[in-house]
């Protein structure tokens, strides 16, 4: 979806090294999402914000930290990567009681 | 907790024939639910959602799911598959007590044979 984009697309980085994967939409939601996407897991949510003063861990946060810098920027980093944070990431917005809209995902290589 | 079960991995049918995703959900509260579809190196696309009404709700490239209270499913269904319709299908659920935060399913890959 063209309304949400993300970068970078794909990633390899090494064990130890910072990373950072951006989000932008422009949706103008107040709700956004970090994704991320494992074989047989399904989406596993990492760090969510309902505007730019709050944010909030989601079921996996260990390892990961976010940053909301605008409505429509939203980013997350990985201080120290390590393999088992190599999957798919998919951000994604919201608004209302409505559904999810979802960027095309960064696929991330720690090796 | 809420909780979303899709109990297939994977579902084969000819073109033509009907296709079903099955999806069986857990939640505090009455549910919203939502089907995504997956394709190869893509994002996750929007079918449909479950808020309130009418059982049958009607989405996206030709495909329905019916909410079912008693048995707490939300199966995704089409009379007639595609060979188009080969992708990643997610099931996902959210309670109605505010705090927007969605469980999906692990994921069914529907294949469709010509």
């Known amino acids: 979806d063209a309304d949400v984009t993300q970068t970078p697309r794909n990633r390899i980085t090494k064990t130890g090294k910072r990373i950072m994967l951006e989000c932008s939409q422009t949706?103008?939601?107040?709700?956004m999402y970090w994704y991320r996407q494992d074989p047989g897991l399904g989406l596993r949510l990492i760090y969510y914000s309902f505007d730019v003063k709050d944010i909030n861990k989601g079921e996996i946060s260990d390892g990961y930290s976010v940053s909301r810098q605008a409505q429509a920027k939203f980013s997350l980093s990985l201080e120290s990567a390590i393999p088992n944070q190599t999957a798919l990431y998919f951000c994604a917005t919201s608004g209302g009681n409505n559904e999810q809209f979802f960027g095309p995902g960064t696929r991330l290589t720690v090796l | 907790a809420q909780s979303v079960a899709q109990p297939e991995d994977q579902v084969n049918v000819a073109e033509g024939n009907p296709l079903t995703v099955k999806c069986t959900y857990s939640v505090s509260g009455n549910p919203y639910l939502f089907w995504y579809v997956q394709y190869p190196n893509r994002g996750l696309q929007f079918l449909l959602k479950?808020?309130?009404?009418?059982?049958l709700v009607k989405g996206s490239y030709g495909f329905e799911a019916e909410f079912n209270k008693s048995q707490t499913s939300f199966h995704l269904k089409k009379p007639s598959a595609l060979v188009s319709d080969s992708a990643l299908y997610f099931c996902a659920v959210r309670d109605n007590q505010g705090d927007y935060k969605l469980s999906f399913g692990a994921g069914t890959t529907v294949t469709v044979r010509a």
């Open positions: 949706k103008g939601h107040d709700r």
């Open positions: 479950y808020i309130t009404g009418d059982n």
